[in-house]
């Protein structure tokens, strides 16, 4: 399937002109080259890259971008083996070991003074961390 | 012998026979790193006062007549992403190349409790994320065997010390092979617990659930007695098991009389080096000729581990790493309002590979593509864990290589993400279903490199691990030293 579609309907609508085709197996065609499309994961475009990027809180400068996209699209492709599983009625494992909630008693506890715990900030002021306004007004 | 030679349980008699001091110990490791690391470059931090600190007290208890533990005195060294407090802990990052724990990892409480010398902190894959230390946002660590090679990775830094004689053991930490794989690399013994075994507890996360620290030594014997020293339940981490860890000691006996070993036919699959195939099987002869059954099993879904692998680790990665925000700690970059402030931090401060992972991860958990990738990828999870679970009705242990091939040349894999991600076929099975393996060297390549065997066992099995890479240590002459030369 590796014409682009465009072509792929002027060259359907051209044979249905010269008499080739009947229009009920154009349509059949049509539908069914969708739905392969479907089956068939889409690469992903510069922009899907760069809202993942967004979501994220990266940037990827313009001069990245390309390698960057086509190295996301070589490792999904290794990925899409997965597809290849049959996983009907297989439960996901999401820690190898059978792990439940762990309960304490809620007894208070002493915790990183809080000097301590701010030592490593990058900006702090009277016992706050610094950041750039959030809110406006 | 110099003294820095010598495995732990060797140094402890002779400092129990009073033959050596914790000092002087402490000295000739630190002398060793002043002539050699300057080439090797396995350490990011040298904590030399702080361990001739410990050496003093120690020699102390000695003098009191104390009963000292058995790794009191020994030099170690502790990877960079296990936090130790008041000295940096970096993650070989530029995100925290400055950040400086208020707190210990339980394994280094456990450490210092028991008197352990630490020399210093060593490199890794940024985050721990590579095979190779090329990650490093500082630099690459070089291999003994061969400067031009890498060490494997991402526990790099701790193979290349304990190789080249700059610690007597280290810490390592394995996600997908990280402890194993440079073990192969640096002809030393790795081995990734359980999960769950050993407490998580001041080990930056990269994915919660395949991370566990274990012991990179210079023998079997040692590793019984690190892992001893680290294992346990720990309230501070609710994965931990709640029982007791026995004594790995006892476990170090050299017999495998009737011992079932499988071989599992995928792992030595085309493009594996014909090397270090015949390495193992002959590996797994020599244990056959002590008295061990072995025939080849087939574990299916290991094509499947490593596309399931790179869902789930970095799906877990970008939910592990969006705390690095520039707020309470780690490097900032500039912006005017918080979304810039965050998006030039994190882009300024984390490299390629560990923004390629974040992405991905992002990509697999975003809305829309969850259960296409991360539900998939937790499913195939189930199946490959259900294999070993078969193969272990059958076998005690299964043996494979470590790592398809023996070390690469620097630069060599570095273009292609997933040639790179290729290194760690054999390893991030083992991760997935949460079970342990251990990695030993089982022969050379004719270029002189050293070549990893993998033992691998059903969870909580680590002395059957420990005794069967016992007996083949007894039993076999692969204990070897790099040479060194143009040092």
């Known amino acids: 399937m590796a014409m682009p579609p465009a072509r792929l309907v002027v060259l359907l609508v051209q044979s249905t002109l010269h008499g080739h085709f009947s229009?009920?197996?154009?349509?059949?065609?049509?539908?069914?080259?969708?739905?392969?499309?479907?089956?068939?994961?889409?690469?992903?475009?510069?922009?899907?890259?760069?809202?993942?990027?967004?979501?994220?809180?990266?940037?990827?400068?313009?001069?990245?971008?390309?390698?960057?996209?086509?190295?996301?699209?070589?490792?999904?492709?290794?990925?899409?083996?997965?597809?290849?599983?049959?996983?009907?009625?297989?439960?996901?494992?999401?820690?190898?070991?059978?792990?439940?909630?762990?309960?304490?008693?809620?007894?208070?506890?002493?915790?990183?003074?809080?000097?301590?715990?701010?030592?490593?900030?990058?900006?702090?002021?009277?016992?706050?961390?610094?950041?750039?306004?959030?809110?406006e007004g | 012998m110099k003294l820095y030679e010598y495995t732990a349980h060797q140094l402890h008699t002779m400092l129990t026979e009073k033959k050596v001091s914790a000092r002087e110990l402490a000295e000739s490791t630190l002398q060793r790193v002043r002539n050699l690391d300057e080439n090797i470059k396995g350490y990011v931090t040298v904590t030399a006062?702080?361990?001739?600190?410990?050496?003093?007290?120690?020699?102390?208890?000695?003098?009191?007549?104390?009963?000292?533990?058995?790794?009191?005195?020994?030099?170690?060294?502790?990877?960079?992403?296990?936090?130790?407090?008041?000295?940096?802990?970096?993650?070989?990052?530029?995100?925290?190349?400055?950040?400086?724990?208020?707190?210990?990892?339980?394994?280094?409480?456990?450490?210092?409790?028991?008197?352990?010398?630490?020399?210093?902190?060593?490199?890794?894959?940024?985050?721990?994320?590579?095979?190779?230390?090329?990650?490093?946002?500082?630099?690459?660590?070089?291999?003994?065997?061969?400067?031009?090679?890498?060490?494997?990775?991402?526990?790099?830094?701790?193979?290349?010390?304990?190789?080249?004689?700059?610690?007597?053991?280290?810490?390592?930490?394995?996600?997908?092979?990280?402890?194993?794989?440079?073990?192969?690399?640096?002809?030393?013994?790795?081995?990734?617990?359980?999960?769950?075994?050993?407490?998580?507890?001041?080990?930056?996360?990269?994915?919660?659930?395949?991370?566990?620290?274990?012991?990179?030594?210079?023998?079997?014997?040692?590793?019984?007695?690190v892992l001893k020293a680290i294992s346990g339940h720990d309230p501070k981490d609710s994965t931990s098991v709640n029982s007791a860890a026995p004594d790995y000691t006892k476990a170090l006996v050299n017999d495998v009389k009737g011992l079932r070993i499988g071989v599992p036919r995928e792992f030595f699959v085309a493009g594996m080096d014909e090397e270090?195939?015949?390495?193992?099987?002959?590996g797994i002869e020599a244990l056959v000729r002590q008295g061990a059954v072995a025939e080849e099993v087939s574990l299916p879904h290991t094509d499947y581990a490593m596309p399931a692998y790179y869902v789930i680790a970095p799906a877990e990665a970008?939910?592990?790493?969006?705390?690095?925000?520039?707020?309470?700690?780690g490097y900032r970059g500039e912006g005017d309002d918080i979304v810039a402030m965050y998006k030039r931090t994190r882009t300024e401060g984390f490299g390629a590979e560990v923004k390629r992972r974040i992405l991905l991860g992002t990509y697999a958990l975003s809305s829309g593509y969850y259960d296409a990738y991360y539900l998939k990828a937790l499913k195939v999870r189930t199946l490959v864990k259900q294999d070993y679970d078969r193969a272990f009705e059958k076998y005690d242990v299964l043996i494979t290589p470590t790592a398809p091939s023996a070390a690469f040349k620097i630069g060599e894999k570095s273009a292609d993400p997933i040639e790179l991600y290729l290194q760690d076929v054999c390893t991030i099975p083992i991760n997935l279903a949460g079970i342990p393996g251990i990695s030993l060297p089982c022969g050379y390549t004719r270029s002189g490199l050293p070549i990893g065997m993998q033992i691998i066992g059903q969870a909580f099995s680590e002395e059957t691990l420990l005794r069967v890479a016992y007996t083949f240590e007894q039993n076999t002459d692969f204990r070897r030293k790099p040479s060194l030369k143009g040092v």
């Open chain 2, 49 to 225: 006062e702080q361990a001739l600190a410990q050496a003093k007290a120690v020699d102390e208890k000695i003098a009191r007549g104390e009963e000292i533990a058995p790794l009191a005195g020994i030099p170690m060294a502790i990877k960079d992403n296990i936090c130790t407090t008041g000295i940096k802990t970096t993650c070989s990052s530029k995100i925290l190349a400055n950040f400086v724990p208020p707190y210990d990892a339980t394994v280094m409480q456990k450490l210092q409790a028991a008197d352990g010398v630490l020399i210093g902190k060593t490199n890794l894959d940024e985050f721990a994320m590579g095979s190779s230390t090329e990650n490093s946002a500082f630099f690459t660590t070089s291999n003994p065997w061969d400067l031009e090679r890498v060490p494997g990775g991402s526990s790099g830094g701790s193979a290349a010390v304990v190789a080249a004689d700059e610690a007597v053991w280290a810490l390592g930490s394995d996600t997908g092979g990280s402890i194993r794989q440079p073990a192969a690399y640096c002809g030393v013994v790795g081995l990734k617990p359980t999960y769950g075994r050993v407490s998580r507890y001041g080990l930056i996360a990269y994915a919660s659930s395949l991370d566990q620290i274990g012991p990179l030594t210079k023998d079997v014997t040692d590793c019984a007695f």
């Open chain 2, 276 to 282: 270090v195939r015949a390495a193992v099987m002959a």
């Open chain 1, 23 to 135: 229009s009920g197996i154009i349509i059949f065609i049509m539908v069914k080259y969708v739905l392969l499309r479907k089956v068939k994961r889409m690469k992903l475009t510069r922009e899907d890259v760069l809202n993942v990027a967004l979501l994220s809180r990266l940037e990827i400068r313009d001069d990245e971008i390309e390698n960057v996209t086509r190295q996301f699209n070589d490792i999904m492709q290794h990925v899409d083996r997965l597809n290849q599983v049959n996983t009907e009625n297989v439960r996901p494992t999401a820690h190898a070991l059978p792990v439940c909630n762990v309960l304490r008693p809620d007894v208070r506890q002493t915790s990183l003074p809080r000097e301590k715990a701010m030592a490593n900030a990058p900006l702090a002021e009277d016992g706050f961390f610094r950041v750039p306004k959030i809110v």
């Open chain 2, 318 to 329: 970008s939910s592990n790493l969006a705390r690095y925000d520039g707020v309470s700690y």
